[in-house]
């Protein structure tokens, strides 16, 4: 049994992550082993993404309390939603955390996307898994640097190729 004090405690720290989150997904874990569970929050400490297990309960009341700065948290109603209910917060990364989510889900049928919110902007379970499908902003931000470095590469071959081709001239003009 957890204490009227644990519970305000519990409910504070979900109302500091829900006031400094980018992203948090929310996904039913029912069904999940112990060690796959462990699992999934290795891979999301890896990535500084909390995953936090609460009553729904306190998911709700948390909500209430944060909707009082956040609008998108004002119609959320976890209580309402199947399952046992898991919450991820993405700090740094919108898309990160339900990538990470969605390709765990993959190998493991058990945990189910519901819902989220990315931005203030809810989303439906089909929506999450469609942002889930997009590249993650590290994998643009590589993508992007190689477009543009790759004219570059291609100048410094083409001036070098010339360069070693005047080396061979005078080479062969010495001999």
């Given at each position: 049994m957890i204490t009227k004090e644990k519970k305000k405690e519990i409910v504070k720290d979900l109302i500091d992550k829900l006031s400094r989150q980018k992203s948090v997904i929310f996904f039913d874990y029912t069904g999940l082993k112990v060690n796959q569970f462990q699992e999934l929050r290795e891979k999301l400490r890896e990535e500084n993404i909390d995953c936090t297990v609460v009553k729904k309960s306190l998911i709700d009341l948390a909500l209430k309390k944060a909707a009082?700065?956040?609008a998108a948290f004002k119609n959320l109603k976890i209580r309402d939603l199947p399952g046992q209910v898991g919450l991820v917060f993405g700090y740094e990364d919108e898309v990160l955390p339900a990538k990470i989510l969605y390709d765990f889900s993959k190998k493991?049928?058990?945990?189910?996307?519901?819902?989220?919110?990315i931005q203030s902007e809810y989303l439906e379970n089909e929506a999450v898994i469609s942002l889930a499908k997009l590249p993650t902003k590290k994998e643009l931000l590589t993508k992007l640097i190689n477009s543009i470095s790759a004219p570059i590469y291609g100048l410094n071959n083409a001036l070098q190729g010339n360069l070693r081709k005047l080396v061979y001239i005078l080479k062969s003009c010495n001999s």
């Open positions: 009082s700065t956040e493991n049928k058990d945990l189910k996307i519901m819902t989220g919110l």
